[in-house]
């Protein structure tokens, strides 16, 4: 009968937690988990819970060491005791949660969410790898992770991600050249994220990308980079053209101010807006208009503060401007503290090194 190892152990497991020693301990923790090991894919669900109150006994009681050890072998079971992995999982020991984290089947995306929001890098690391992680846990892992846990994330084929989730990735992807590399592999990228993607991507990075993707994504990249390509050598991406007649005309009579601004932004006219910025700085559209655009809400910061703009029109830019999720309050009240701090002189002198790289970047290359 199958039922009778789950039992026969019982007062060899009661001598242990209550008198036995620490070596006696996790010698009676590994017998449990041999037993266990041996049998519990015939138990019924009622003796399998046997072994967790048996188990979870015992795990109280042990050094980490011997909990890593169970986590280990513990952790590829489908039919593992639900209540000592939720124990393991929520180990503050890495070398503990790490295989169960990554590998159990037994841990809801309800607890893997509530773990990877408390716990630290080493715990969103080990989550990230996990098979099949649904974008309720992936959005998780984005805000709080560093860059390590998400390339790691980014790596994971079977991880789902949202839209605020993928644009959150991809915001993330600036001036990380890997992470740009391996969200240019997945094949699930949304072709507007890819876009944005490979728009700011550095041409050698550009290059591999096309060099090691497999031929259906080398395709859709070679897409993309032509399309960027046909845009023109920093031209607008939109025809600004009726914009531009109106600010240029109100900067003449002298009505190019904070209030004008305002108005265009409150009235959801980005395109004059963009091109206000524009010629309140002396800088070309497309400048700008990648600023708008982007991800990025501190850049947007330093034309607004060298055009001499007040905080109302400003928040109005930020909250109005053309994303697919609007700013939450926590950022807008950074970006006012950094509104604040940023002096005129740091901003002016910030845009001429901007317009300077950009006359630089359009220059012809000579020819040896």
Same mark, same amino acid.
């Given at each position: 009968?199958?039922?009778?190892?789950?039992?026969?152990?019982?007062?060899?497991?009661?001598?242990?937690?209550?008198?036995?020693?620490?070596?006696?301990r996790v010698q009676t923790l590994r017998r449990v988990t041999d037993l266990f090991l041996? $049998?519990?894919?015939? =138990?019924?669900?009622?003796? *399998?819970?046997?072994?967790? $109150?048996?188990?979870? =006994?015992?795990?109280?009681? *042990?050094?980490?060491?011997?909990r890593a050890e169970l986590s280990k072998r513990l952790a590829p079971l489908d039919y593992a005791p639900f209540e000592v992995i939720q124990y393991l999982a929520w180990d503050d020991d890495i070398s503990v949660a790490g295989d169960v984290l990554t590998h159990s089947s037994r841990l809801s995306a309800e607890a893997l969410v509530e773990i990877a929001s408390t716990k630290g890098q080493d715990h969103l690391f080990a989550i990230a790898a996990r098979d099949n992680l649904p974008e309720s846990v992936?959005?998780?892992i984005i805000d709080r992770g560093q860059d390590k846990v998400v390339r790691r994330?980014?790596?994971?084929?079977?991880?789902?991600?949202?839209?605020?989730?993928?644009?959150?990735i991809v915001a993330r992807a600036e001036g990380d050249d890997e992470l740009v590399e391996i969200l240019g592999l997945r094949i699930d990228l949304p072709v507007k994220l890819l876009r944005e993607l490979l728009r700011r991507a550095k041409d050698a990075v550009r290059a591999r990308l096309l060099a090691i993707a497999p031929p259906a994504v080398r395709e859709e990249i070679q897409k993309v980079l032509n399309d960027i390509a046909?845009?023109?050598?920093?031209?607008?991406?939109?025809?600004?053209?009726v914009a531009e007649e109106l600010v240029k005309l109100m900067k003449q009579l002298n009505e190019l101010d904070d209030a004008a601004v305002f108005k265009f932004a409150e009235a959801n006219k980005f395109d004059e807006v963009t091109v206000a910025l524009a010629v309140l700085n002396d800088m070309p559209i497309a400048v700008i208009e990648r600023l708008m655009l982007g991800h990025r809400s501190d850049l947007i910061l330093i034309p607004c503060r060298s055009a001499r703009l007040n905080w109302p029109t400003v928040e109005t830019i930020l909250r109005k401007r053309p994303l697919p999720h609007p700013l939450d309050e926590a950022t807008l009240e950074v970006a006012q503290r950094d509104y604040r701090r940023?002096?005129?002189?740091?901003?002016q002198r910030t845009l001429r090194f901007w317009q300077l790289h950009n006359r630089i970047e359009k220059q012809p290359t000579a020819v040896e």
């Open positions: 009968m199958v039922q009778q190892p789950a039992y026969s152990i019982i007062a060899e497991l009661e001598d242990a937690v209550r008198e036995g020693s620490a070596a006696k041996n $049998d519990g894919d015939r =138990l019924s669900e009622e003796q *399998v819970k046997v072994f967790d $109150d048996v188990l979870c =006994l015992l795990i109280a009681r *042990v050094e980490s060491r011997a992936t959005d998780v994330l980014a790596k994971n084929a079977s991880a789902r991600f949202s839209d605020e989730g993928y644009s959150n046909s845009e023109g050598n920093g031209a607008p991406r939109r025809n600004y053209g940023l002096s005129l002189q740091t901003a």
